[in-house]
């Protein structure tokens, strides 16, 4: 039976589910709720591990089905199909939040689910996010739950303006978001993010406008036995919302990076996660350190971890599932990562051409990685760049001239 989720959600641990039979060893089946590239990047650091990986997914076209033992394709919302995808897996973990969490809870009835779905169940929704941070003693941005155009208006009256406008559930790079500036009516933001539409969004997330100098995030692994690992804070830019470029070291202060690593632990040991989580900040100029999201699994910013440490974040993911030791989160060498957009297939005409990828491997260091999503789109991540140098300004500026040359623009 499927637990329901709702209200104040408690958080089961794993062994309160499933018995401790000891760490899944190669040889093993795992299971990953999602075919997206975080699947895909998980199943091939899982098969090179020795495992077996099924992607259960709600597509046959999908980048985890080209690195999958065996791909399960269904709804997310058919008990029928998931119970049948859990058949034969020791254990099963997701690379995608927007999933309903009572797929979770499906297969948690029959396998381990790590994390637990109930840690999807909060980080899918801002409000229920918010509420999780503020009650546990960590700071976010100042917020709103907003439910009509009444409440809106209260909201910015209280917050003022500028500020952002979110959906509450269902929003990633920049979708279900509008930022109202100083004279705005904040009530056509509502209305174009469907507030007045039949079926649209409930509920929204009012933030204020924080004034930062740079976004940074933290991965973090925790064990089943409650130790973490966790990777060196990375500095993210962003571009029309979505991720643009993450580089390591992040070169930040010293204090600044120990305390985002810090809260960044605190949250996952807080939500009992077993597996991979990535909080992303803000920083002010004043050295505040700001939650502004949770990712549940692994992270855009985290790829260039593939390269620049001991261990991958999705090596790491295979780790902590499976009840393995943690790995080594070392820095190796500086790196930077540059996403490659649907836009780097069109000129700047709007026609189809394929990216230079010949001359993007010319400039030393530089390594490319591809999704296999079968059609570009302007906006939708198809793969990334990463280039590895003597210094993290080396690494960037190596990165972004790849990225150039592949695509001919700046995209």
Known sequence: MVRTLVGAVSMPRDSERHAADGPILPGGTLGILGGGQLGSMFAMAA?????????????????????????????????????????????VTFEFENVPAAAGEALAAAVPVRPDPAVLFITQDRAREKAFLTRHGFECVPHRVVRSRSE????????????????AAFGYDGKGQRRL???????????????????????????????????????????????????????NAHANHILDLSSLPAE???????EASRIA???????????????????????????????????????LTIEACETSQFEQQVRAVCGL???????????????????????????????????????????????????????????????????????????TLARRLACGHDA
């Open 181 to 235: 500036k100083v004279g705005d009516d904040p009530t056509s933001a509502w209305r174009e993010l469907g507030g007045d539409a039949a079926g649209g969004p409930r509920e929204f997330v009012l933030e204020a406008w924080v004034d930062f100098i740079c976004e940074c995030s933290v991965v973090v692994a925790r064990g089943q036995d409650g130790t973490t690992a966790a990777f060196p804070p990375l500095r």
């Open 152 to 167: 809106l208006v209260d909201a910015c009256a209280v917050l003022g303006l500028p500020a952002v406008l979110k959906t």
């Open 265 to 303: 632990i605190g949250i996952l040991e807080s939500l009992g996660v077993v597996g991979v989580a990535c909080v992303e900040f803000f920083v002010t100029a004043a050295g505040r350190v700001l939650v502004n999201e949770i990712a549940p699994r692994t992270h855009n910013s985290g790829h």
């Open 47 to 91: 098969r090179r591990m020795g495992y077996r990986v099924e992607a259960i997914a709600d597509s046959a076209d999908c980048p985890a089905a080209r690195f999958s033992d065996r791909l399960h394709v269904g709804g997310y919302e058919d008990p029928a199909f998931l119970a049948a995808a859990a058949l034969g897996l020791d254990a």
């Open 252 to 258: 930040l202060p010293p204090e600044v990076e120990a």
């Open 325 to 399: 030791p943690l790995g080594s989160t070392r820095v190796v060498t500086p790196a930077a990562m540059a996403n490659l957009l649907g836009d780097c297939w069109f000129d700047d005409m709007g026609n189809r051409r394929e990216p230079d990828w010949a001359a993007a491997l010319s400039v030393p260091g530089v390594s490319l990685h591809l999704y296999g999503k079968s059609e570009p789109r302007r906006g939708r991540k198809l793969g990334h760049l990463t280039a590895v140098g003597p210094t993290v300004a080396e690494a960037v500026t190596r990165v």
